[in-house]
């Protein structure tokens, strides 16, 4: 399969992990909850893992590889606060400051 459209997907946070299976068919998320979340593939989409944190999702239509890398992010999208979450590799997300001490 030839892949003209990537998406890169970062994961930052403490224990947060990715792996695939399947030959890129399956994705496998480690994101603190009490179980793995696992997403599987439409048939013009693969997923490989670079390292436990990077998540690349590629593939021949452009429509599905960012519907695809859409969905994997929405089930950590980004907190304001630490900016911990799952993030697109170009996305820089403004940290808002937390409560201030009053004197």
Same mark, same amino acid.
């Given at each position: 399969?030839?892949?003209?459209?990537?998406?890169? *997907?970062? *994961?930052?946070?403490?224990?947060?992990?990715?792996?695939?299976?399947?030959?890129?068919?399956? *994705?496998?998320?480690?994101?603190?909850?009490?179980?793995?979340?696992?997403?599987?593939?439409?048939?013009?989409?693969?997923?490989?893992?670079?390292?436990?944190?990077?998540?690349?999702?590629?593939?021949?239509?452009?429509?599905?590889? =960012? =519907?695809?890398?859409?969905?994997?992010?929405?089930?950590?999208?980004?907190?304001?606060?630490?900016?911990?979450?799952? *993030?697109?590799?170009?996305?820089?997300?403004?940290?808002?400051?937390?409560?201030?001490?009053?004197?």
């Amino acid at each position: 399969m030839e892949s003209k459209f990537f998406r890169f *997907l970062k *994961l930052v946070g403490v224990g947060f992990k990715a792996r695939t299976e399947c030959q890129g068919r399956e *994705l496998f998320l480690k994101l603190g909850y009490s179980h793995e979340v696992q997403f599987t593939a439409p048939p013009s989409v693969r997923v490989f893992c670079f390292k436990p944190n990077i998540v690349c999702c590629t593939g021949i239509d452009k429509d599905r590889v =960012h =519907h695809f890398a859409g969905a994997v992010r929405s089930c950590k999208p980004p907190e304001v606060y630490k900016g911990k979450g799952v *993030l697109y590799m170009d996305e820089v997300v403004k940290l808002k400051q937390g409560k201030k001490q009053k004197k």
